[in-house]
């Protein structure tokens, strides 16, 4: 009996072996494969077994692709700026810069345990003025090509990290950070005009190898619409206002109208009577959060007193203010046809509003309308010169038809808002702008960046609007590089995302002090070919980063659009009852007394093991012992058999064929969990087949190792050395299937007789269905009676007769 498999032994030694012998090595010859994890935030709680799932998934890939002859590019580094690092640093009392390095030194031991083949000479650190520096040049490009600008307006305000926040950080009402509900505020702002590439980045989608709900996330978001602006003139004023509409075909079926609170007219339309109220509600709707008041389910409003004119039938309409109408979308003013909209009907029944009918099935109008006539089409009623046209066709031709008689213009509107640029907070990128009294904003020079961040001892949020480098007097006061007048430095900083938006690019270049990557590189490494991490940076940083991506190749940085080729979302591991891992819900399960107990490989695939990797699983420690109990049974397979120099017979080679090609179309479908279940299952037949010919023969045995390497790497190596490798296993070629040896000489049938299995046959392989047939017959003659009505054969599975 071979010696038991020592893991901590084993691994201690492959690890140093590896150090000194790196198994992924880019000798400029071998095609480049990109893997890429989202890079970590560096919190304080460390890593748990949930986060070394994508690591492990990553690596795996990693493995396989070095294995099929690839160089693969495979880095790992921080995103260390932004709320979640300043927030843990100040619940721990100490300056963000030395809580961050203490966590990332904490984590990459972590990582390491994991013996993911990262190239750690390719690390970035968003937090490194090396790497920012092209953050802010970045910026300032933007700036110079009009898509960073400055603004001011109502924004979402979380009043206990004190900041502003853009739209996708906001989740059901709350800040994404910390759970607070998001306030609003009125602040000066630096917006990024995302919408300028709103169609391209709904468009490209469809070139993308990515999850189909990711893609419909961002759809979803970007929201692109077709419709039409119409001009309701205000009744006894000279102001006109205007709304978007996708269905101007309703338009005779305008009752009243609802301005957004923050409407630039919702105020001013107030009269005596209403202006105390008016302005009760626009105070009221700046404490909701733009989410809160969507989904609020009881609808609210204030009506101004004021009414504006249909301008297709001069009938005077209702104006009212309501929260449900949001300022940032559309034109903040919508028509309301309460006969075929939802919730224009609800707010109608509530406020007693009138409800005209214009479309109708069939032409026959619903004498009480108990609820709104959504369908998609109908015909056209009290609607003038459109009745009885057909309303999905009018409602294609409306906008033309508003067009021309000058009451409004055919347009496209879009859900998607710019991107609040701006955080009021101390640990994050300088924004290299200079406020100048003359000559207005002015970028830092290029050749000045990086803009360092000044080093301080306080810096907690003020919550007053300003950032803590407001107070900074000696960073703040500068000159104008252009007129060399005093001026201001722009005391924001930058969100989280700004440095994770386009850190894959600088993995390639890492070290390159002139460029952000240069051309050569990045024409040789990118764009990312697997991209591996959570969902739930569908909408945030996956659109943030495409946007980027097509803004750098638009200026010549790189000659590629789109920055993921393919994206793979792994699903979370859970503490009991499905709930997320946290040190505060007493649930988090750490790695290390894993690695220590059952060793690296049993740990990793055990991750692998729970379930399909892109669903959510719930963590048990005791299943590890299983796939411990694997590695150990062939450990023992191999070293039984590695010296006995086994003669293959045709079930080894057969077995071994099926081996690669269950495996490999399980990898490459992703199915990892079966992956390692067929692993299990075939080495239970290669140890039956052993007890049978005494021995495994050598070229199996290696197959097996082979495939297993990616997966266990320490005793893949191992094995491989014990079967006589002398260079890694990972410079072995990934093995390919003969389909031809792997199909059975022999083969089982079952023989039915009116469907109930009554024998079973033994055929050759490739047996016609006569002689299948027959043979069956004659296995079951005395079961037979009656008349045979049926002969039945399925190929390789089933001889069924039917009598009668």
Same mark, same amino acid.
């Given at each position: 009996?071979?010696?038991?498999?020592?893991?901590?032994?084993?691994?201690?030694?492959? +690890?140093?072996?590896?150090?000194?012998?790196?198994?992924?090595?880019?000798?400029?010859?071998?095609?480049?494969?990109?893997?890429?994890?989202?890079?970590? &935030?560096?919190?304080?709680?460390?890593?748990?077994?949930?986060?070394?799932?994508?690591y492990v998934i990553s690596d795996v890939w990693s493995r396989y692709q070095i294995l099929k002859g690839h160089y693969v590019i495979h880095p790992m580094g921080w995103d260390a700026f932004g709320l979640p690092a300043e927030n843990y640093a100040i619940k721990m009392g100490v300056?963000?810069?030395?809580?961050?390095?203490?966590?990332?030194?904490?984590?990459?031991?972590?990582?390491?345990?994991?013996?993911? =083949?990262? %190239?750690?000479?390719?690390?970035?650190?968003?937090?490194?003025?090396?790497? &920012?520096?092209?953050? $802010?040049?970045?910026?300032? $490009?933007?700036?110079?090509?009009?898509?960073?600008?400055?603004?001011?307006?109502?924004?979402?305000?979380?009043?206990?990290?004190?900041?502003?926040?853009?739209?996708?950080?906001?989740?059901?009402?709350?800040?994404?950070r910390c759970q607070t509900p998001v306030t609003k505020k009125n602040l000066r702002q630096w917006m990024l005009k995302i919408t300028a590439y709103a169609d391209r980045l709904l468009d490209d989608l469809d070139k993308l190898d990515w999850p189909e709900k990711v893609k419909k996330m961002q759809t979803e978001w970007i929201g692109k619409s077709y419709g039409a602006e119409v001009d309701f003139k205000v009744d006894g004023r000279e102001e006109a206002i205007k709304v978007y509409t996708t269905r101007p075909d309703t338009l005779y079926g305008a009752t009243f109208m609802v301005l957004a609170p923050e409407h630039e007219l919702a105020a001013g339309l107030a009269v005596s009577e209403t202006k105390e109220a008016v302005e009760k509600y626009i105070y009221e709707a700046s404490m909701k959060s733009n989410v809160d008041r969507l989904q609020d389910k009881e609808k609210t409003g204030v009506f101004t007193g004021s009414y504006a004119v249909n301008p297709l039938n001069g009938a005077k309409v209702p104006i009212w203010l309501s929260d449900y109408v949001l300022a940032d979308y559309g034109t903040g003013a919508i028509m309301c046809v309460p006969a075929h909209d939802d919730r224009d009907f609800e707010f109608a029944k509530k406020f007693d509003l009138p409800i005209i009918q214009v479309i109708a099935k069939d032409g026959v109008e619903i004498g009480h309308m108990t609820q709104a006539y959504t369908e998609a089409s109908g015909i056209m009623i009290n609607s003038g010169e459109w009745n009885g046209m057909e309303s999905s066709v009018l409602k294609k031709e409306a906008p033309v038809m508003i067009e021309e008689r000058g009451i409004g213009k055919k347009t496209v509107n879009y859900k998607l808002r710019d991107w609040v640029f701006s955080r009021q907070r101390y640990w994050g990128e300088p924004i290299p702008i200079i406020h100048c009294p003359h000559c207005g904003n002015v970028p830092v020079p290029e050749d000045q960046l990086p803009l360092t961040l000044p080093e301080v001892e306080s810096y907690q949020p003020t919550g007053t609007g300003e950032s803590p480098l407001a107070a900074i007097d000696e960073w703040v006061n500068t000159t104008c590089p252009v007129c060399g007048a005093p001026a201001r430095r722009e005391t924001n900083t930058m969100p989280q995302w700004a440095g994770s938006s386009w850190y894959f690019l600088?993995? @390639? %270049?890492?070290?390159?002090?002139?460029?952000?990557?240069?051309?050569?590189?990045?024409?040789? &490494?990118?764009?990312? %070919?697997?991209?591996?991490?959570?969902?739930?940076?569908?909408? #945030?940083?996956l659109l943030y980063s495409r946007f980027y991506t097509k803004f750098l190749c638009d /200026?010549?940085?790189?000659?590629?659009?789109?920055?993921?080729?393919?994206?793979?979302? $792994?699903?979370?591991?859970?503490?009991?009852?499905?709930?997320?891992?946290?040190?505060?819900?007493?649930?988090? =399960?750490?790695?290390?007394?894993? @690695? +220590?107990?059952?060793?690296?490989?049993?740990?990793?695939?055990?991750?692998?093991?729970?379930?399909?990797?892109? #669903?959510?699983?719930?963590?048990?420690? +005791?299943?590890?012992?299983?796939?411990?109990?694997? #590695?150990?049974?062939?450990?023992?397979?191999?070293? %039984?058999?590695?010296?006995?120099?086994?003669?293959?017979?045709?079930?080894? =080679?057969? #077995? +071994?064929?099926?081996?690669?090609?269950? /495996?490999? $179309?399980r990898f490459n479908q992703f199915n990892l969990n079966?992956? /390692?279940?067929?692993?299990?299952? &075939?080495?239970?037949?290669f140890i039956e087949l052993a007890k049978k010919t005494g021995g495994i023969d050598r070229e199996t045995l290696r197959t097996f190792v082979i495939l297993l390497a990616p997966f266990a790497p320490h005793i893949g190596e191992e094995l491989w050395q014990q079967l006589g490798g002398s260079d890694t296993v990972f410079h072995a070629q990934w093995p390919v299937c003969d389909e031809e040896a792997m199909k059975e000489d022999e083969i089982s049938v079952a023989v039915q007789v009116n469907g109930k299995t009554k024998a079973v046959v033994t055929l050759p392989a490739g047996t016609a269905k006569e002689e299948a047939i027959e043979a069956g017959k004659a296995l079951v003659t005395d079961k037979l009676t009656g008349t045979i009505v049926k002969e039945i054969y399925v190929p390789g599975r089933i001889i069924n007769i039917v009598c009668k």
């Open positions: 009996m071979a010696s038991s498999y020592n893991h901590s032994a084993i691994e201690k030694k492959w +690890r140093e072996n590896w150090k000194k012998n790196p198994v992924n090595i880019n000798d400029g010859k071998k095609p480049k494969y990109y893997c890429l994890d989202m890079f970590p &935030y560096p919190s304080g709680s460390g890593l748990h077994v949930g986060h070394w799932r994508g300056h963000p810069a030395k809580s961050t390095a203490e966590n990332v030194a904490n984590i990459k031991r972590q990582i390491n345990e994991i013996a993911a =083949v990262y %190239d750690w000479d390719m690390e970035v650190n968003t937090t490194d003025p090396g790497f &920012y520096k092209w953050t $802010q040049w970045i910026f300032v $490009q933007m700036f110079k090509k009009g898509l960073a600008y400055e603004k001011e307006f109502p924004i979402n305000w979380c009043p206990s990290c004190k900041t502003g926040l853009a739209n996708e950080e906001v989740v059901n009402g709350c800040c994404e600088r993995y @390639v %270049d890492s070290h390159n002090e002139k460029e952000l990557v240069s051309r050569e590189k990045a024409d040789k &490494y990118l764009p990312v %070919d697997m991209y591996i991490g959570g969902v739930e940076h569908a909408v #945030l940083h /200026i010549g940085v790189i000659d590629f659009d789109e920055p993921f080729t393919k994206l793979f979302n $792994q699903g979370m591991i859970t503490g009991k009852n499905g709930i997320k891992m946290s040190k505060s819900k007493g649930n988090v =399960v750490s790695p290390d007394e894993l @690695v +220590r107990d059952y060793g690296c490989d049993s740990l990793r695939m055990y991750e692998l093991f729970v379930g399909p990797p892109e #669903l959510d699983a719930e963590w048990d420690d +005791r299943g590890i012992e299983g796939v411990s109990r694997f #590695l150990n049974r062939f450990w023992n397979l191999v070293m %039984d058999s590695k010296d006995k120099e086994t003669e293959p017979t045709r079930e080894m =080679v057969r #077995l +071994r064929n099926k081996l690669i090609f269950d /495996i490999e $179309q079966t992956v /390692i279940s067929g692993f299990m299952e &075939y080495n239970n037949k």
